[in-house]
């Protein structure tokens, strides 16, 4: 495919293929070197392979690029994961992520239809527009993000629990915690906002990392 490319776009001075793999391109250093007068935006736009979806979309965002925009078709059911509020019915650990960074959006449903030969899962497109700085203010985002991992990784169980299991804190200092930020000791993760999350993230932090 790369020589196929290559010979159909070869009199195009505005087109180049990188043979590289996304998880370890420095997208920051590619993107500096081919800014100019006419490229005043970058964007991203891809079809991306399913089974490393979340990999590649937590890279884009968490390396800062310079880019206005990321659109990217994925299965249906990611990308309803992706684009939901955090604490709706499909949200998870990505959902939280993705909209600390952005303003997700779906922009189409694609069938599996559309592909021949068709595949067993359908798709969307969505596109997800970066934010000038983070939707909320936090003092420690790779810990915001830790707790946010293990809320996720015991669904099941209550916040109170899972942050326990994953020794952010004693049982009696986690239930001092959500008692003193107004959480109901059943509260469990996918229920709570951003906000929250940055809330509990600051107390832990301040009071319980010391």
């Given at each position: 495919?790369?020589?196929i490319?290559n010979?159909?776009?070869?009199?195009?001075?505005n087109?180049?293929?990188?043979?590289?793999?996304?998880l370890?391109?420095?997208?920051?250093?590619?993107?500096?070197e081919?800014k100019?007068?006419?490229l005043?935006?970058a964007?991203i736009?891809?079809?991306?392979p399913y089974?490393i979806?979340t990999?590649?979309?937590m890279?884009?965002?968490e390396?800062?690029?310079?880019?206005?925009?990321?659109?990217v078709?994925?299965?249906?059911?990611?990308?309803?994961?992706?684009v939901d509020k955090?604490?709706?019915?499909?949200?998870?650990a990505i959902?939280?992520?993705?909209?600390?960074y952005?303003?997700p959006?779906?922009?189409?449903?694609v069938p599996?239809?559309?592909f021949?030969?068709?595949?067993?899962?359908?798709?969307?497109?969505?596109k997800?527009?970066?934010?000038?700085?983070?939707s909320?203010?936090?003092?420690n985002?790779?810990?915001l993000f830790?707790?946010i991992?293990?809320?996720?990784?015991?669904?099941?169980?209550?916040?109170?629990?899972?942050l326990?299991?994953g020794?952010?804190?004693?049982?009696?200092e986690i239930?001092k915690m959500l008692t003193?930020?107004?959480?109901?000791?059943?509260?469990?993760?996918?229920?709570l906002s951003?906000?929250?999350?940055?809330k509990?993230?600051?107390y832990?932090?301040k009071?319980?990392t010391?």
């Open positions: 495919m790369i020589d490319l010979e159909r776009f070869k009199f195009y001075n087109f180049k293929i990188i043979n590289q793999d996304v370890k391109v420095d997208m920051c250093k590619l993107i500096k081919n100019n007068d006419n005043k935006n964007k736009v891809a079809n991306l089974y979806t990999p590649i979309i890279k884009l965002l390396d800062r690029l310079d880019i206005k925009s990321i659109t078709m994925v299965q249906k059911e990611v990308a309803d994961r992706l955090p604490g709706g019915k499909n949200s998870g959902t939280y992520g993705v909209n600390y952005t303003e959006n779906k922009v189409i449903d599996n239809t559309s021949i030969p068709a595949p067993e899962v359908n798709s969307s497109v969505i997800l527009n970066i934010l000038d700085k983070p909320v203010k936090v003092e985002e790779e810990l830790k707790i991992k293990v809320a996720f990784m015991q669904k099941r169980k209550t916040l109170l629990n899972g326990t299991n020794k952010l804190g004693t049982k009696e239930e003193d930020l107004g959480f109901d000791l059943r509260v469990r993760g996918e229920k951003l906000y929250d999350f940055a509990i993230s600051d832990i932090g009071k319980l010391k």
